[in-house]
């Protein structure tokens, strides 16, 4: 007969890691949508009750806003990576599409941006707090193409928001990531035309 060794103090719980909670929660959030995920939903995949779920989040929003900073520090597309100086503004602003394009699709589970998609859930607090989050994206696009177009800041910026979002809409409906590049590279032709080097 075989004994397995128990390390944890009979009668205590296992000490709850909100850390990975949030990871876990990301997941269901990014693949699902907010509206689409309950509370139960939450509390089953964390492995905890509601008391405990309350006690350490608030609520379901208080949990998707710590989600969507972690999305930020580690899911989302580095603004501050791709938007370079050394090369064209054009250049920059495609080689973030190109970067979406490919983390959009790279989930099939968790597909598209989790921050748009955020933007068109039906709770007002929660949509204000991805819209904080993409608006935060576009000022980072317009500041970038206004320090050497400034004329253009807007409407770039405006064309970008649109495309990027057109990405992850269709990301989400299943397309192809070669689809999606197919896309990169006719609104790269764009750009270059309208922000010459």
Do not use: W
Request: proline share 5%; aromatic share 6%; hydrophobic share 40%.
């Amino acid at each position: 007969m075989t004994t397995t060794k128990n390390n944890r103090t009979p009668g205590r719980p296992r000490k709850f890691d909100a850390g990975q909670a949030i990871v876990i929660a990301q997941s269901l959030f990014h693949s699902r949508g907010y509206d689409e995920v309950s509370v139960a939903d939450l509390t089953s995949a964390l492995g905890i009750n509601p008391p405990s779920f309350y006690a350490a989040f608030g609520s379901k929003l208080g949990l998707y806003t710590r989600v969507l900073d972690r999305y930020a520090e580690h899911g989302a597309i580095p603004f501050s990576e791709l938007l370079r100086d050394d090369r064209s503004v054009a250049a920059s602003l495609i080689a973030v599409l190109e970067e979406a394009a490919r983390r959009y699709a790279a989930d099939p589970a968790a597909s598209g941006c989790m921050v748009l998609e955020g933007t068109h859930c039906n709770d007002p607090q929660a949509r204000e707090a991805a819209c904080s989050f993409q608006h935060a994206a576009e000022l980072a696009i317009q500041h970038f193409i206004a320090r050497r177009h400034p004329q253009d800041a807007v409407r770039v910026t405006d064309f970008m928001g649109t495309l990027m979002a057109g990405l992850s809409a269709r990301a989400r409906a299943g397309q192809s990531l070669a689809r999606l590049q197919e896309t990169v590279r006719l609104g790269g032709q764009v750009l270059e035309k309208m922000l010459p080097a």
